[in-house]
Structures are given as C-alpha cells and as structure tokens.
C-alpha cells in the first residue's frame, strides 16, 4: 500500500516554471510505476507523464514533450514534475498516482493510488 501527497502548485505567468512534488509512504515504493495526470475544469483526467520504477524509462503526453521532465528518488519516496515553458492551457488540477502491477502507463485505469491534487494555474 501506498499513499500519496502532491504539493507544489501555484499561479505562474505564461513562460514559467514549476516544480510539482509527490512524497509517497510506504515500503514498496520503489516497485511502483509513477505518473502524473492533470484534470482541467470541464475536461477529462489527461495523461501527463509517467515514470518506471527504476527511472530508466518514461513517457510523456503529446501536449507536454520537450517542456516537462519526470523524474524520481527512490531512496527519498519522491516523484517530481519539473515543468517550464509553462502556458495558459496547462492550467489544471495536476495528480501524481502509482501503478503497482505494471500497466500501461497512459491510462488511469492502471494506477491504483492517486493523491489529493494540486492546482498549477498559468496566466497568459
């Protein structure tokens, strides 16, 4: 079992940066898949980013490559979301969550634990 607590949100103008971070407890935490999802107001949950276990391979969502970096600390229980070159459309509720059975990671469906959320808001 895992559990999960986002944090790192914030307001930020368009051209910025933001550092989102999800600590994790439990003892397994290193045999867990790690993704970040973001939900905006009146749209569906959409895949962010998503990381191995080991941190030897991730996958990012269209709307995000080449500006967000996954990343994670096994030995800390840390994932983070390293996001620049941040625009008005990702605003949005953003969600870390955990796979413990190895799905495919783009889809919500696969991660057993989410966290709370925290709100990234970018103005333009």
């Known amino acids: 079992q895992v559990q999960l607590v986002d944090s790192g949100g914030g307001s930020v103008q368009a051209g910025g940066s933001l550092r989102l971070s999800c600590a994790a407890s439990g003892r397994t935490f290193s045999n867990y898949e790690m993704g970040w999802f973001r939900q905006a107001p009146g749209k569906e949950r959409e895949f962010v980013a998503a990381?191995?276990?080991?941190?030897?391979?991730?996958w990012y969502g269209d709307a995000v490559k080449g500006r967000f970096t996954i990343s994670r600390d096994n030995a800390e229980k840390m994932v983070y979301l390293q996001m620049n070159s941040l625009k008005a459309e990702d605003t949005a509720v953003y969600y870390c969550?955990?796979?413990?059975?190895?799905?495919?990671?783009?889809?919500?469906?696969?991660?057993?634990?989410w966290g709370q959320g925290t709100q990234v808001t970018v103005s333009s």
């Open positions: 969550a955990a796979d413990r059975l190895g799905g495919s990671p783009w889809y919500e469906s696969s991660y057993e634990h």
């Open positions: 990381i191995s276990w080991s941190g030897g391979s991730t």
